[in-house]
Structure formats: C-alpha cells, structure tokens
C-alpha cells in the first residue's frame, strides 16, 4: 500500500518533470554553412526540438524573421518551405561581411479564469492584441511579456562589425561570430536592453546531443560587465543559450517580463 | 697609404653586399600520390606568419584558377575558404587572382619555389622569428597544415623540414643568409 503510493508520487514527480522539460524545448536555426568566399547562398532549417540538431519535433515559426545583410538592409528570405518537423529557407548572401538571421519573436500571454463557468483560460497574443482576448468580467487575470531572439551568423570574406539591437535580451560577440575555432578562447558579452546582464545563467551546448550518454552543456555566468567566455573544446555547431525575467513590461496589465535568447555558433577545427 | 688604399674597395663591397644580396628562402612543396577513387589536386596556401599569428605575407596559393564560364577570379574560389587557417588569418583579406602568388593546383610531386626578400611576394621581414605555414585542402579529402619555425634573417643556410601525414607529404624550407 505505501509503496505503491510512494510509486504513484513518484510517477507523479516524473510526470511533472516531464511537463517542465517539454516547456524547454530548444529553438535553433541551423545553417548550412557560416562561412563563404563569395556570394552564396545559405539554407536554413528552423526547428524547435529536444536533441540539437535534429528536427524531430516541431517546427520553428518564422514570422519573426528578420535577416540583415552587412550594410543594415533587410533581405527577404528564399524558398521559404513550411515542413511538418521544421521550417526551411534560403539567404541570398551576396554582400562581403556579416549576416544576422533571427527570428524575434514579441508577445504576450494572459491566463484568467472566466466569471461564469469558473474555468481557467489562456490566451497568446501581442503586446496590443492580448487586452482584446480576455473578457473584462475575467477574474484573477495575469499577464505575462515575452521577448525572444533566436539568431545565427553567415559571414562572406572578411567578416563585419554587427550593429547591436539594443532591445531585449542579445549577444555581443568580441571579434566576429563566425571567427571561432576549436581550443581557442572566445568572448562575449550578453546585454539586456543594451545594458550588461550581470550574472545571468549561459548555456552552452555541443550539437549531435543524440551521439552522447550525457548533454554535456557547459554551464556559465556573466560576470558584473555581463561578460562571460569560452573555450570550444571541439568544433562543431553550438547551441548558446540564456533567459531571464524582469518587470519592464509594455503592456499595462503586465507584471513579468520574460526574455530568451539562443543563437546558433559554429566552431572550426 | 698603400694599405688604405688596398681596403678601400673591401670595405665598399661589404657595404653594398646587404642590398645586393638579400636573403631568400626556397620553399620545397611535396604533394603525396594519394590511392583514392576519386582523387582532386589539393588547392595549397603557403604562408609566413609572424609569432603571434598574424600573416606576414602570403607566397603562394595554388587553386582551380580556370576560368570556363568566363568568371575571371577562377571557378574554385568558392573553396578557398576550405583552407581554414589560411583563410581567416588574412586569406579572406586578399583579393584573388594576385600575380606572382595565385596559380593553378599542382599534381603529386614536389614543387619548388623560390623567394628573394623585398621582392614581391615576399615582404621585408623585421628581425625576429617566423613560421612558414603550409595548408592543403582536397575536395572530397582532407585538410592539413604543417609549418616550420625560423628565425629571421638567417645566420647560416639551414634547410628545416616537416613532413604531413595525409594530405602533405615534406615540407622543406631552405634558408640562405
């Protein structure tokens, strides 16, 4: 009797953890190549999955995307195909420099219960939409903003100074993001808002995560000037990872503001 | 005064013996016979780096320079960023072709060339010490560097080598004072 309760608490736990782990599904953009000598073009498969890098999960939305080309302008992606398990599209890079892909992603959720029937409720929206979706009877309203970046880098020729956002939670690469090789140290600096995150969780993953017994995420901290490095045990495609909350919503109702951000780096051997 | 005058004309000659005869460097290429069904010339960069990594000067980069579909850079400049190291220590900097250092992917064998300082392509090197670094890149093969410290300018003629495991076979780099 007492085992089999200790067994069904036990499920219970695992279940719960189950449910928390689903929720953390990675966001990558994968691209074929970061490196090119000339004009080129770059596919991109864009997926959210447990194992990096493989898309046996769902696809990653692109409504978001935003691609910059060398001098700032915005080029529009090719051959956009919208697959079961991932998304895939292609860039036209043909500027000497750096390419920032990103898929940004600004929204808000809400969860109220409804006056009349007493059930709980949820609903996603943008920051101006969400107030429209709950119904001004709502009971125990919350909101909650959210503000992702999910970003990888393509470089032709000499790589180029990329301009910093300034919004959100991004990455401030020393030296150029696609200049990474094996057993070398590089360095970064995570800003939210344009201001240093300081002491802020950064993880940083190997891709091929299905060809090893462990994870093996290298598990970081920026420090006071939200500066953090790293040394690339072996080359390969990345996955670096970070998020955060605070309360500097824009939408009224709003009490949590949650940010994310992954980008997508490879390491030469 | 008959002395004077019988050191006067060795003295002159060790004064112009510096410019005349600048020190070169011979570098020796062996590209391996490889037993692969499908088998491409590698494209080879060979390079001085200074000792804390950056380029002093590229000697010679040797890749598919033909220019069928009318493309006057070279149909395999595509893959020149495959030599990796090369590449993103200065290569990507270089605008292909550049005469005297460009040229065409050689067969196995071994290949000389030969470098006079302060004669294009090679640079005037300040004093100090020096790699010659040596990448190849195959399609469809491998990659490999080999390099071999020295010091500059020679004080004796010295001929160091080093020797590639896969895709280089001896490298050798003959000094001359």
């Given amino acids: 009797m007492t085992r089999s309760i200790l067994r069904a608490t036990g499920l219970a736990i ?6 928390s782990a689903s929720m953390a599904h990675n966001a ?33 939305r692109l409504d978001g995307l935003q691609i910059t080309a060398p001098d700032g302008s915005t080029v529009k992606p090719e051959s956009e195909a919208k697959l079961k ?11 000497p420099g750096t390419y920032r ?25 943008t920051a101006e939409t969400i107030g429209k979706e709950i119904p001004a009877d709502a009971q125990d309203v919350a909101i909650t903003q959210s503000s992702g970046r999910i970003e990888t880098f393509v470089t032709v020729g000499k790589p180029s100074a990329l301009k910093p956002i300034g919004q959100g939670l991004e990455l401030i690469v020393a030296g150029s993001p696609t200049d990474l090789v094996k057993g070398e140290k590089a360095s970064f600096t995570l800003n939210l808002d344009g ?13 091929n995560t299905q060809y090893r017994d462990k994870l093996e995420e290298i598990k970081l901290k920026t420090d006071d000037k939200g500066q953090f490095s790293v040394t690339w045990p072996t080359a390969g495609m990345y996955w670096l990872d970070a998020s955060t909350k605070d309360n500097k919503t824009t939408v009224p109702q709003a009490k949590e503001r949650r940010l994310n951000y992954a980008a997508t780096l490879e390491v030469m051997p | 005064m008959h002395v004077r005058y019988s050191l006067a004309p060795i003295a002159m000659s060790a004064l112009l013996a510096t410019p005349a005869f600048a020190a070169s460097l011979a570098v020796n290429i062996e590209i391996p016979r490889l037993n692969v069904s499908e ?5 080879v960069a060979t390079w001085i780096e200074r000792a804390d990594n950056t380029v002093a000067g590229t000697l010679a980069v040797w890749y ?4 069928k579909t009318n493309n006057p850079e070279g149909e395999g400049t595509k893959w020149l960023k495959d030599m990796r190291q090369w590449w993103r220590r200065g290569g990507r900097e270089l605008a ?16 000389q060339l030969s470098f006079s300082e302060g004669t294009a392509p090679m640079p005037k090197l300040a004093p100090g010490a020096y790699k010659l670094v040596v990448e190849a890149a195959r399609e469809v093969g491998g990659r490999e560097v080999v390099s071999i410290p020295f010091q500059w300018p020679p004080t004796a003629v010295a001929q160091p080598t080093a020797t590639g495991k896969e895709e280089l076979g001896e490298v050798k780099l003959e000094l001359k004072p």
């Fill in chain 1, 14 to 19: 695992a279940l719960s953890a189950i449910a």
């Fill in chain 1, 28 to 60: 990558w953009l994968l691209p074929s190549s970061t490196v090119f000598s000339k004009a080129d073009t770059v596919t991109v498969d864009a997926a959210v999955s447990n194992d990096l890098f493989v898309a046996n999960h769902a696809p990653l």
């Fill in chain 1, 85 to 95: 398990l991932r998304n895939v599209f292609d860039v036209s890079v043909a500027q």
């Fill in chain 1, 101 to 125: 892909i990103a898929v940004v992603n600004a929204g808000a959720f809400a969860s109220w219960k409804d006056k009349a029937t007493g059930q709980n409720k949820r609903a996603r929206g």
């Fill in chain 1, 195 to 207: 201001q240093p995150a300081k002491n802020l969780d950064v993880t940083v993953t190997a891709g």
């Fill in chain 2, 39 to 43: 088998y491409h010339r590698p494209y």
């Fill in chain 2, 64 to 67: 598919d320079v033909r220019t």
């Fill in chain 2, 96 to 111: 292909v072709p550049v005469d005297g250092v460009t040229g065409a992917t050689k067969p196995a064998g071994k290949h």
